[in-house]
Structure formats: structure tokens, C-alpha cells
């Protein structure tokens, strides 16, 4: 059974960085995007970042330059590194690993205050 555990949310001002960490148990093969997604209270869920087997990275034009995706294997742990973060960042942070199927994690509230 695959489980994505996320943490490192939290409230930061503006400007502040936090790093969200999403941490695989389970094995998991055929990964084919590896990612972070976030859902702001009446917004669909929206990509931030991934990792892909064909495209590498790609990052939401909102983030580009302030966030960085970034994944350890031997600790089957993917990160986020959230720097310059700014009030429209407020939201629920999802992990993704999709393969055949895909597995979210629970989320982790990021609120950024002005």
C-alpha cells in the first residue's frame, strides 16, 4: 500500500520560505510524474511543480524562480523549497506520484500572511 505523508507547512509572512517535504512509503514503480499541486479556498486544484519522465522539470509561471522541486531517492522523499513567498501562495499543498494510478497526499496547509 502506497502512502505520501507531506509536512512543513505552516504560516510565514511575506517574503519568509518554508520547504515542504513529501515522504513515500510502499514501493512504487513505473513513476511517470512526480509533484506538487495546491487547491486556494474556491480554486480548483492548480500544478505547481513537477518532476516528469519526459518533459524534467516544469513549474507553474506564478512560482518560477521562488520554488524549486527537488526529489532524494534514497529517501524516497520529494521536496518543494518555497522562497519570496507572497500572500496569493495561501493554500492546501498536495504531493502527486502518478503512475498507472495516482496517489495524492493528504495536504499540508501553506498560509502566508502580509
Known amino acids: 500500500q502506497v502512502q505520501l505523508v507531506e509536512s512543513g507547512g505552516g504560516l510565514v509572512q511575506a517574503g519568509g520560505s518554508l520547504r515542504l517535504s513529501c515522504a513515500a512509503s510502499?514501493?512504487?514503480?513505473?513513476?511517470?510524474?512526480m509533484g506538487w499541486y495546491r487547491q486556494a479556498p474556491g480554486k480548483q486544484r492548480e500544478l505547481v511543480a513537477a518532476?516528469?519522465?519526459?518533459?524534467?522539470?516544469n513549474y507553474a509561471d506564478s512560482v518560477k524562480g521562488r520554488f524549486t522541486i527537488s526529489r532524494d531517492n534514497a529517501k524516497n522523499t520529494m521536496y518543494l523549497q518555497m522562497n519570496s513567498l507572497k500572500p496569493e501562495d495561501t493554500a492546501v499543498y498536495y504531493c502527486?506520484?502518478?503512475?498507472?494510478?495516482?496517489?495524492w497526499g493528504q495536504g499540508t496547509q501553506v498560509t502566508v500572511s502580509s
Open positions: 510502499g514501493s512504487i514503480f513505473g513513476i511517470k510524474t
Open positions: 518532476i516528469t519522465r519526459t518533459i524534467g522539470t
Open positions: 502527486l506520484i502518478a503512475t498507472m494510478r495516482d496517489y
